[in-house]
């Protein structure tokens, strides 16, 4: 369930990304707030994103030139655990 969630929220989000202009909720620093995280009516854990600056060419002398979203979802049941989806996104 925790799978499928963080794949369906990468896919809600990744549109956005190639939005023009690009929503600050994808914008590289962005950190959502936790929500929760549901299963057949049952709260199971939380959810969230950040988009984290990623250099595609450590080796020039420039900024960042990409974002990496991430998605994580952690639940709580007898030993909390959690999942989290990446994908680099388009150039910022």
Do not use: K
């Amino acid at each position: 369930a925790a799978l499928g969630e963080a794949e369906s929220r990468m896919e809600r989000l990744l549109p956005l990304a190639n939005a023009n202009p690009v929503p600050d909720s994808i914008g590289v620093g962005y950190r959502s707030a936790t929500s929760p995280f549901t299963y057949r009516g049952a709260t199971l854990g939380t959810i969230w994103w950040h988009v984290d600056p990623y250099d595609a060419h450590p080796d020039l002398p420039d900024n960042p030139d990409l974002g990496r979203l991430v998605v994580c979802v952690r639940w709580n049941t007898s030993v909390p655990d959690s999942v989290q989806f990446s994908q680099l996104i388009p150039p910022l």
